[in-house]
T-cell receptor, first 116, second 113 residues
Framework: GAGVSQTPSNKVTEKGKYVELRCDPISGHTALYWYRQSLGQGPEFLIY????????DSGLPNDRFFAVRPEGSVSTLKIQRTERGDSAVYLCASSLLSGTAYNEQFFGPGTRLTVL | AQKVTQAQTEISVVEKEDVTLDCVYETRDTTYYLFWYKQPPSGELVFLIR??????QNEISGRYSWNFQKSTSSFNFTITASQVVDSAVYFCALSGANSKLTFGKGITLSVRP
């Protein structure tokens, strides 16, 4: 079956602009995660959804970042007033369920965001 | 707080050599999971293995093997008879009760022909 897909694959924007990054999880996966990977670093957790609700948004760096998952499937990560420091690869992952027993996460190819 | 340390940053070996990638973790959770992911140059993270905190049996899958030792909080990964296709960045990660993964900084493995 299809894996996790993310669009766009690359996004270049100017400082101060608004961007939206989309994630399509694996069909049937109820848990969805967003991570950010800066150059030379491991992915860092941003937020995760169980169904439609954000179960843990403790990794969002500030209030310019927001994510939604209105129907419990596709998710959109929204960044307002982008800054050069937001440049990174944004990774989405999904898992069948959340919780320690089933938390094998499958990752998408990522969206490379560049803020000029 | 959870923490994963991958002290090695870059390793270079010649094809057919064995190589071990180290991972040390910190957590206060009594139930937790450890993972290894591979990130080839294409960028997509590929799941390799999951191990729960109650299972200290070593595991072997083809040329890959994993050594989990709770006493030293380590979860090391060995590739036997390395191949050029093994060249990638390898991440160790930890998950506790809250599902989110905490990754190490990764180890860049280069396998030369």
């Amino acid at each position: 079956g299809a894996g996790v897909s993310q669009t766009p694959s690359n996004k270049v924007t100017e400082k101060g602009k608004y961007v939206e990054l989309r994630c399509d999880p694996i069909s049937g996966h109820t848990a969805l995660y967003w991570y950010r990977q800066s150059l030379g670093q491991g992915p860092e957790f941003l937020i995760y959804f169980q169904g439609t609700g954000a179960a843990d948004d403790s990794g969002l760096p500030n209030d310019r970042f927001f994510a939604v998952r209105p129907e419990g499937s596709v998710s959109t990560l929204k960044i307002q007033r982008t800054e050069r420091g937001d440049s990174a690869v944004y990774l989405c992952a999904s898992s069948l369920l959340s919780g320690t027993a089933y938390n094998e996460q499958f990752f998408g190819p990522g969206t490379r965001l560049t803020v000029l | 707080a959870q923490k994963v340390t991958q002290a090695q940053t870059e390793i270079s070996v010649v094809e057919k050599e064995d190589v071990t990638l180290d991972c040390v973790y910190e957590t206060r959770d009594t139930t937790y999971y450890l993972f290894w992911y591979k990130q080839p140059p294409s960028g997509e993270l590929v799941f390799l293995i999951r191990r729960n905190s109650f299972d200290e049996q070593n595991e072997i899958s083809g040329r890959y093997s994993w050594n989990f030792q709770k006493s030293t909080s380590s979860f090391n990964f060995t590739i036997t008879a390395s191949q050029v296709v093994d060249s990638a960045v390898y991440f160790c990660a930890l998950s506790g009760a809250n599902s989110k993964l905490t990754f190490g900084k990764g180890i860049t493995l280069s396998v030369r022909p």
